[in-house]
């Protein structure tokens, strides 16, 4: 039997953090073994907010792919491509906003917190695009151009994969096949188990809050970072009693990053008084830093050869692009088009 299809994206914001590896990508890692994956940078999603700052757009797709690759997407197992450079998803995004009714991207909640966001951060009078509006709509044809069963996203995604299951349910019931069978798959969410990495201030780790440490950081950059993690706020010297609960960030990290003994024994010296937050904090430094050794140096290897990157994008949006035309030319076909 063949294998489920999967279909994920993420949006070209820049160098990924190690929330995004945490969240998602080791997922991949893990899932590409199972499933054909098709794994792309969502460069027109990234539009839909972004239009007007677009300096940065192309290279910031190379930073994600890079990233991709130096964490184990292996590109002779999962496909890897650019959004923008399957027409035929754009195609698709054309018969699907055509039979979407505007009250249920204006109903995604997803949305609804995308359009507060962009409003609190560009000012109150900040008009919402048309574009914006269709963003679930989009994503239902990046998933549906390869007739995808299985999506794996965050929670926060769950919202507008409810609407791809609707627009999928609609279009089978619609334009029906011969014999009377779904040509879409109504796909379902896969999540992740993983809890999630708060930033280095206990609060969301994001990109704009400055609160990350990069995939691609180095050790030093790393370390430092690190350093500045908040701590249980009432230790002040060394010997003082800890209480890990209080403990906002260097703890949950240990939770994450440390084996179950290193995490019981961080636990015990610190509610003894016995380690200090500063020697705590270099010897998590040290235990990230050297999980994440591998990952840098491969994607120090990329940077070097970016026409490897650039190749392995080309060849994969070929693959995807054989398997998107099968099924527009169904589509079409199940559509009347000319
Ligand atoms: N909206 C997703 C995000 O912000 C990115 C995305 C675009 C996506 N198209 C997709 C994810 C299709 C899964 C499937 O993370």
Known sequence: MSKQKIVSGMRPTGKLHLGHYLGVIENWVNLQYDYDCYFFVADWHA???????????????????????????????STIYVQSQIPETAELNIYLSMITP??????????????KILKTKEGANTQISYGLMGYPVLMSADIM??????????????????????????????????NGTAFFNEPAPKLTQIPLLCGLDGSKMGKSFNNDIKISDDE???????????????RIKRDDLGDTDKCEVAYKYWQIFGDIDTVATVKCECEKGERGCADCKKQLACVINAKFAPIREKRRYYEEHIDEVKLIL?????????????????????????
């Open 145 to 178: 151009t390869f007739n995808a069963s299985v999506v794996p996203v965050g929670n926060d995604q769950l919202a507008h994969l409810e609407i791809t299951r609707d627009i999928a349910r609609r279009f089978n019931n619609i334009y029906k096949t011969e």
């Open 102 to 115: 505007q009250t249920w991207v204006e109903r995604d909640p997803t949305l609804k917190d995308m359009a």
């Open 47 to 77: 539009l839909t907010t972004k239009y007007d700052k677009t300096e940065d757009l192309s290279q910031n797709v190379l930073e994600v792919a890079m990233d991709w690759l130096a964490c184990g997407i292996d590109p002779d197992i």
């Open 314 to 338: 080309e060849k994969g949006t070929q693959k995807a692009r054989v398997e998107a035309q099968k099924v527009l030319s169904e589509v079409r076909k199940l559509v009347k088009m000319y």
């Open 220 to 234: 030093q950059t790393t370390t430092k970072k690190i350093m500045q993690a908040v701590t249980d706020p009432n």
